[in-house]
């Protein structure tokens, strides 16, 4: 029952779809990483215990999402104000829990739980090939992706913790919804998508209570965003 779970909170917290964001305007041209702080996160200026998320930690994430949506390395390619925009939100619900993750001392993730997330980044890449061939144009490093790799285990450990019980989903509320018609099977026996439904509602739980957590987290905590993208 652990995956279904890990897959929802992944997916609670990919705010954007490239697909979708990719025809957008005005867009950051690529090519050369451009640096700076896009948002603070526990103060108004750089400092102790202020975490910094930075212009190049949004541009590599969005690059990477949109190398898996084109299905070669986006090293040059325009990125949407969209996704770069949707990926800076991501970082700081990102940066939120893992920093609650901390304060509560959730213990940290090992070794096996990195190697999942490395390997998750390469799917998101559109595989190893094009994150290594992304990372050396932009002139990023494997130490970059670890610490994303980090940082997501730490926070899905979290969450793991927190969100016990709320992917579970009864037959009852199945048979309400799947009679509601608020789902996209409309026309389908109850029988024949049953699994896809308790999937979907699964998740959807999942997602509104990681955006109540990232909320809640948010209105305690200083954030300054620097970078408006579009």
Not at 23 to 28: L, M, R, S
Not at 101 to 128: C, F, N, T
Not at 137 to 149: F, H, L, P, S
Not at 155 to 184: C, K, M
Request: charged share 25%; with cysteine.
């Amino acid at each position: 029952m652990r995956r279904p779970f890990f897959v929802c909170v992944v997916a609670a917290l990919a705010f954007t779809d490239p697909s979708t964001a990719r025809a957008d305007a005005p867009v950051v041209t690529g090519g050369t990483r451009a640096d700076g702080i896009a948002a603070l996160i526990g103060g108004a200026t750089p400092g102790q215990g202020v975490e910094l998320v930075m212009r190049s930690d949004v541009d590599l994430r969005a690059r990477i999402a949109l190398s898996g949506e084109l299905g070669r390395p986006a090293a040059t390619v325009p990125v949407p104000a969209s996704l770069s925009a949707a990926t800076l939100e991501q970082l700081i619900g990102e940066a939120l829990i893992a920093r609650e993750a901390e304060r509560v001392r959730v213990e940290p993730p090992d070794e096996s739980k990195l190697s999942v997330e490395r390997a998750r980044i390469e799917r998101e890449a559109g595989g190893a090939s094009n994150l290594s061939e992304l990372l050396r144009r932009v002139g990023a490093t494997r130490r970059e992706v670890d610490e994303i790799a980090r940082r997501r285990a730490l926070v899905s450990e979290f969450l793991q913790v927190n969100l016990q019980g709320t992917a579970i989903v009864t037959d009852a509320e199945i048979e309400r919804i799947y009679e509601s018609g608020e789902h996209p099977f409309e026309g389908q026996p109850l029988a024949e998508v049953e699994g896809q439904l308790r999937a979907l509602i699964a998740r959807q739980a999942v997602d509104r209570a990681v955006r109540r957590w990232v909320s809640v987290l948010r209105a305690r905590t200083e954030v300054v965003v620097l970078v408006e993208y579009g």
